[in-house]
Nanobody, 116 residues
Framework: QVQLVESGGGLVQAGGSLRLSCAAS????????MGWYRQAPGKQRELVAT???????NYADSVKGRVTISRDNAKNTVYLHVNSLKPEDTAVYYC??????????WGKGTLVTVSS
């Protein structure tokens, strides 16, 4: 069983930046993907970014150029740097881990609120 704990959310002014962290409870070295998703009020959860065990990244078009996902396997941690924050980035951000067997694990989320 893998537990994921997100941190780093909060209230930020538009134009600011944040770094979200997701700490996994066990080694993530063998996972296929880790990623960040977000869910805004009244909307479905959507992909923000993913990163494979080999470091290949994928970003949603809505955040390309403003977001960087990275991972530190030694610390079992995945990061999401978000720059030039916009009010429409307001959402609960969830960490996701997909194991080699295809099992998906989710964190409880961290709230990001961007004020205009």
């Amino acid at each position: 069983q893998v537990q994921l704990v997100e941190s780093g959310g909060g209230l930020v002014q538009a134009g600011g930046s944040l770094r979200l962290s997701c700490a996994a409870s066990k080694s993530i070295f063998t996972t296929n993907h880790m990623g960040w998703y977000r869910q805004a009020p009244g909307k479905q959860r959507e992909l923000v970014a993913t990163i494979t065990s080999g470091g290949r990244t994928n970003y949603a078009d809505s955040v390309k150029g403003r977001v960087t996902i990275s991972r530190d396997n030694a610390k079992n941690t995945v990061y999401l740097h978000v720059n030039s924050l916009k009010p429409e980035d307001t959402a609960v951000y969830y960490c996701n881990l997909e194991s080699c067997s295809g099992t998906n694990y989710w964190g409880k989320g961290t709230l990001v609120t961007v004020s205009s």
